[in-house]
DNA sequence: CTGCGTCTTGACCCACGGGTCAAGTTTCGG
DNA sequence: CCGAAACTTGACCCGTGGGTCAAGACGCAG
């Protein structure tokens, strides 16, 4: 254990570092500056500068909390992937079937970006740095696997149609995405409410399953 | 007009330069290049010495052929679009009814983006420029432009189930981008052959429209 | 008060890579 | 052979922006 007397304010954010109750607050100050501008002008045309200036702070103190600025990304993408995740773990009753859930899940997906369409215009928009493809690529991961157990959890009950697990699962998200996207970039007309948005997603899921 | 005399090998290749035969081989070299080395590292990984280290040229020739590297990635992915397009006119016969259409459309656009998957990757991997922002962007609405009118038409003729129009088309060509974006990440397992994937999206892509 | 670790600053460094340029060379028509 | 325009070269320029650093301020425990 590190330093047995160690102080009771001092609180252990999982990595090597320290931080204290201000220190951790002045790093979610650059999180959301982070944040804002990310989804204002994308990820590489922030600079360091650009999110010091915005959290009303000087350069070098982004690296006493962060060690680049994939990581910092990379921090922003965990922390919107659990509240999504978290989302769906509420709407998902876990003793209903498993069709229900899948478009249940996909249904509040949807609202979800809607909700935090800013943030997730990002996930589409930046690959190039090589930790910032990591852990987008990590996230796509989780959420096929999820789906996947699902859908053969609805096969074995005779609930879903007899395909190949990962097929199916890559079209419910795809589906999930690609409206969200649209909606997001208003392909889809501004005159469209995010309910009917989402109805006819859960529709669109629900169809493809049987 | 420029020069009435001008010389008989002069070409114009729609921008205001001339370029002789010679020359427009030698920028089709640049662009092969690049091609390749995009694919390889990615577009902005790729710098413009690299491309003219590949092609075997001086840096600054570069720029005798193109403005910009963003230029040169407009270009390539015009020409592409280009082919995809000429691809999948001919795979839809204008006597069959839309739905044949639409089907026949994204199965041919699936092989066609597994057969040039090194080329697809590119496209969600950069949008920083805004330069090749710009020129996908404008892609997504013609692609979307057409299947629209098809479903369209398979709903006067009421084999198309009565939902917004766009709203379809988003999902139909939503399910060709994701199930071509999972193959060619490898998402779904390196087992499944590309006629396998093809069909699979027919019948999603049928099972959605009705 | 002293010492230590957290926190904060802003000037500085410098690799990188897009883009420029002046000086050629080649080609071809007249 | 001359001139013009296409073509080619490689050294050079320089803005950009990520990352470093030495110095200092603040706060707290002992």
Redesign the pocket.
Known sequence: MTSA?A????LDSGDG????????E?KQQLLDAAAELFAAHGY???????I?TAA??????????F????ALFAELVRTMRLRLRRTQGAVMDPTTDAVTRIADGAEASVRFMADHAAYFALLDVERSDPEVAEVLAEGAGVYLDDVRRLVEEGQRAGTIADAPSDLIAVGVLGAVSSFSNSYRNGRLGSDIAVDELAMFVRRWVLNALR
Chains 1, 2 share one sequence.
């Open positions: 007397s102080r009771a304010e001092r570092r320290q931080h204290t109750e201000h220190g951790l002045r590489s045309a922030t600079r360091i500068a650009d010091c009303g702070v000087a350069k070098g103190l982004f690296y006493w909390y060690p680049t600025k994939g």
